[in-house]
T-cell receptor, first 115, second 111 residues
Framework: DTGVSQDPRHKITKRGQNVTFRCDPI?????LYWYRQTLGQGPEFLTY????????KSRLLSDRFSAERPKGSFSTLEIQRTEQGDSAMYLC?????????????FGSGTRLTVV | DAKTTQPPSMDCAEGRAANLPCNHS???????VYWYRQIHSQGPQYIIH???NNETNEMASLIITEDRKSSTLILPHATLRDTAVYYC????????????FGKGTRLSVIA
């Protein structure tokens, strides 16, 4: 297993366009998390899944954002009608729910630039 | 989860020990102290965590004061590759609450 994979690594889009990011977690991990990080700030929690169920959503996750994990494996994060304020690094992490002791494994992120 | 306070930045000479402090004066009895770091252009990486006792692994040592109101992450022999932002996080270990990151400490290891 090569860890948590995110695709694409970089995305440049025009304001108003829709974008979709993909995250492939570590295969045996049943929890998957999405975070957003802007320059100079720590990662901010957006949402998380246990298997295919979305258990928590941050108030940061506006109606333009939607996340899915249809088969409890990979996840997608879609942003509709992108705005310049959406420019950020989007990070995905996974963990074992029963092994919270050992922390999250993060991917390298998708850097979104809205022009 | 309790709030943590960390210095915004620190320098350390290569080969010396890096001691990164964290204050968490409102920590409750069931909350653990976690440390992560984030090297430029990468996602955060888990380092170590602890509840009361000092902990050591291949990456670092974690020293928690007896009253648990503060802790120190120690990198015993810092290298240039340890240059990163280090995050101290306090969290219940139930696993049901997501990690909440602050701004962390930017550690610069200098040759």
């Amino acid at each position: 297993d090569t860890g948590v994979s995110q695709d694409p690594r970089h995305k440049i889009t025009k304001r108003g366009q829709n974008v979709t990011f993909r995250c492939d977690p570590i295969s045996e991990h049943n929890r998957l998390y999405w975070y957003r990080q802007t320059l100079g700030q720590g990662p901010e929690f957006l949402t998380y899944f246990q298997n295919e169920a979305q258990l928590e959503k941050s108030r940061l996750l506006s109606d333009r954002f939607s996340a899915e994990r249809p088969k409890g494996s990979f996840s997608t994060l879609e942003i509709q009608r992108t705005e310049q304020g959406d420019s950020a690094m989007y990070l995905c992490a996974s963990s074992l729910a029963v092994n919270a002791n050992y922390g999250y494994t993060f991917g390298s992120g998708t850097r979104l630039t809205v022009v | 989860d309790a709030k943590t306070t960390q210095p915004p930045s620190m320098d350390c000479a290569e080969g010396r020990a890096a001691n990164l402090p964290c204050n968490h004066s409102t920590i409750s009895g069931n909350e653990y102290v976690y440390w992560y770091r984030q090297i430029h252009s990468q996602g955060p990486q888990y380092i170590i965590h602890g509840l009361k006792n000092n902990e050591t692994n291949e990456m670092a040592s974690l020293i928690i004061t007896e009253d648990r109101k503060s802790s120190t992450l120690i990198l015993p022999h810092a290298t240039l590759r340890d240059t990163a932002v280090y995050y101290c996080i306090v969290r219940y270990n139930s696993g049901n609450t997501p990690l909440v990151f602050g701004k962390g400490t930017r550690l610069s290891v200098i040759a």
